[in-house]
């Protein structure tokens, strides 16, 4: 399947995979309504233009016909996960990695810092809340300004480039129903994307909290030293393992070179963070 969207059956090849789930299995008027219903607003498509995406589908692999039935094929499930991804967002990998990094190197902040101060369980446990609030607050709301407001554009900029790649398709008729099965599309995505920006957010945001407020709960429930040790190595798993396996997965780069990475720029905020910390 070409990533350019030329013709009509293009972007109802794209529609059915974003709206075709993995476990589904369809005859073509079913199939055809599930693809309308995702759309709404009145949208209808042409069931010549439906069998042609279809056709084209299951020479491709994406789909495969049995009893009438079409179901969705690895290749075809791959690929609308990417398609989910590119256009909705789907697969929260930035939210994750702020979110741990962020916990994390907060939360080392403020166990350094009530540890080097001496400072009591009350007044410890009061900077943590507070300091932990305002950075995983501080990360939903980045997440869902930021960046639905960089999605929205991201997306205009597609749309603007397939409405021109569209417009260049001789038969008139043909190119008036792709430019308004496109609009269709796109005002389908932008709720979608809202929708995914706010679950982005809270997912940045509950990452942040917890990835902050578990070694803190254990450096000041827990006797000295062994309350600095468990909650120090909580943090060097968490950084070590989730955060450096995570990104390494979703960068398909190896954890050799994501590691020292990851670490070196903790370092470095933490020391910074406490430096400020110490001059307030």
């Known amino acids: 399947m070409s990533f350019e969207i030329q013709e009509l059956p293009?972007?109802?090849r794209v529609i059915v995979l974003l709206s075709f789930r993995k476990e589904?299995?369809?005859?073509?008027?079913?199939?055809?309504?599930?693809?309308?219903?995702?759309?709404a607003n009145g949208a209808s498509i042409r069931m010549d233009d439906l069998d042609e995406a279809l056709e084209e589908m299951v020479s491709e692999g994406l789909l495969v016909k049995k009893d009438g039935n079409f179901k969705l094929t690895r290749q075809g499930i791959r690929l609308g996960k990417?398609?989910?991804n590119l256009l909705i967002k789907r697969d929260p990998v930035f939210e994750v990695v702020a979110g741990l990094t962020d916990g994390s190197i907060t939360g080392l902040v403020v166990i350094l810092s009530a540890f080097l101060a001496g400072l009591k369980?009350?007044?410890?446990?009061?900077?943590a809340i507070l300091s932990l609030a305002a950075v995983s607050i501080t990360n939903f709301s980045s997440f869902m300004l930021g960046g639905k407001t960089e999605d929205m554009a991201n997306?205009?900029?597609?749309?603007?480039?397939i409405d021109h790649s569209?417009?260049?398709i001789p038969d008139k008729k043909e190119?008036?129903?792709s430019l308004r099965l496109a609009k269709h599309l796109f005002a389908i995505l932008r709720r979608e994307i809202t929708k995914s920006n706010l679950l982005s957010a809270s997912i940045c945001g509950f990452t942040t909290f917890m990835a902050g407020i578990i070694p803190i709960v254990a450096f000041?429930?827990?006797p000295n030293p062994l309350n600095v040790i468990v909650s120090l190595g909580i943090i060097g798993v968490m950084t070590t393992v989730f955060l450096v396996r995570y990104r390494a997965k979703k960068a398909q780069v190896s954890w050799k070179v994501i590691l020292p990475e990851t670490i070196v720029i903790i370092v470095i905020a933490t020391v910074i963070s406490s430096i400020i910390g110490s001059g307030l």
């Open 10 to 12: 293009d972007i109802l």
């Open 24 to 39: 589904d299995r369809l005859t073509k008027p079913l199939l055809k309504k599930k693809v309308e219903e995702y759309l």
């Open 82 to 84: 990417e398609w989910k």
């Open 121 to 127: 369980m009350e007044i410890a446990l009061f900077a």
């Open 155 to 161: 997306i205009l900029t597609l749309k603007t480039l």
């Open 166 to 168: 569209l417009s260049d």
């Open 175 to 177: 190119r008036v129903r």
């Open 220 to 222: 000041l429930s827990l």
